[in-house]
């Protein structure tokens, strides 16, 4: 596949996938450079705001297979990866499969779950298997985890570790529609006479695969490799954090700005494609100091202030080696 079909397939699934979720592209854009790199999304917004309606319209349009957990304080550890059970017919025990054996998962509040449960899906997001009663079983790529959380109700809730934040390649919300879109979207629900919108299937998982090793195909040259580099050095020498992104955070940057170059049909990244995404790829990874928090600092604040701060690449020397002449 060429970069310039994958740009032309992914703005195809865009369009559709903004069928049912109105006036988000942006954000829509964040989720598919997520399912691009190969990666998990953590959706953290207020409820009612179509976190759930846009997981299922990804898959839905990408033809993927889709289950969807909703996280409580009772959910246990083999409830989202399955079980043994006796067979009284074979006289043996019989492996039965959680829902975590599909290609897209949503973790719906995945916040409400005990840390027991929520360890659970840590070997599935990193290693793509699941280990139970000793034997490890592989999960059928592409494996997505879209996992959503209400920021603003803590009570009964476990807040998740900075070792599994760390696991999500970006964390985006889709905050309140503008008046416009939210009328759009009550009108399409007057036209259509019914809650439900059935999308069409833009690509398949055979094509998702494919665009995923398309985005290998994305030169960075080393001024821009550095480029990221420094910024999330820059955040680790931060006085207001405790914690800067680790070299998983790089590995983000430059995965994501891959994919959103490859998204505008370049076969290079340039340094704005690192600033748009360098936000929702660090600002969950980042541990502010504890007397910062009465201030009303965030970790999207720190992320701007040292974009502001690191030095950004010339022109010059962003562009692949037989494309500078003409730059």
């Keep these: 596949m060429e970069i310039r079909d994958l740009a032309e397939l992914g703005g195809r699934l865009l369009d559709e996938v903004e069928r049912a979720v109105v006036g988000k592209r942006e954000q829509l854009e964040l989720v598919l ?14 409820p009612g705001l179509a976190k759930t309606l846009a997981a299922r319209s990804f898959a839905e349009a990408s033809g993927l297979a889709f289950s969807r957990v909703q996280f409580t304080p009772d959910l246990l550890p083999a409830d989202v990866t399955g079980s043994s059970i006796w067979n009284q017919r074979d006289g043996d025990f019989e492996f039965r499969s959680g829902p975590i054996f599909t290609h897209l998962l949503l973790a719906d509040e995945i916040n409400r779950a005990p840390p027991k449960t929520q360890a659970a899906l840590l070997e599935a997001m990193q290693e793509r298997q699941v280990t139970t009663d000793g034997v490890t079983r592989p999960l059928e790529r592409p494996f997505l985890v879209l996992a959503t959380q209400n920021p603003i109700e803590y009570e009964g809730t476990y807040p998740l570790p900075e070792a599994q934040l760390d696991r999500f390649l970006l964390r985006t919300g889709f905050g309140y529609p503008a008046a416009d879109a939210e009328w759009e979207m009550l009108a399409r629900r007057i036209e259509r006479r019914g809650d439900e919108i059935a999308l069409a299937q833009v690509i398949d ?5 494919e665009m995923q090793a398309t985005v290998e195909l994305v030169h960075v ?15 680790r020498e931060s006085t207001s954090l405790a914690v800067g992104a680790s070299p998983r955070g790089s590995l983000a940057l430059l995965k994501l700005s891959r994919c959103r170059a490859a998204l505008a049909g370049r076969d290079f990244v340039t340094p704005d494609d690192v600033k748009e995404i360098a936000i929702p790829a660090l600002a969950h990874r980042l541990l502010l100091k504890p007397e910062l928090w009465v201030q009303r600092r965030s970790g999207e604040d720190v992320v701007r202030e040292t974009l502001a701060q690191v030095p950004t690449p010339r022109a010059e020397d962003v562009a692949p080696p037989d494309q500078q002449s003409d730059t």
């Design 33 to 46: 450079l997520g399912m691009l790199a190969d990666g998990h999304v953590l959706l953290e917004d207020v």
């Design 205 to 209: 998982r055979e094509t998702l695969l």
């Design 221 to 235: 040259e080393p001024s821009v490799g550095r480029y990221i580099v420094d910024i999330v050095a820059a955040t």
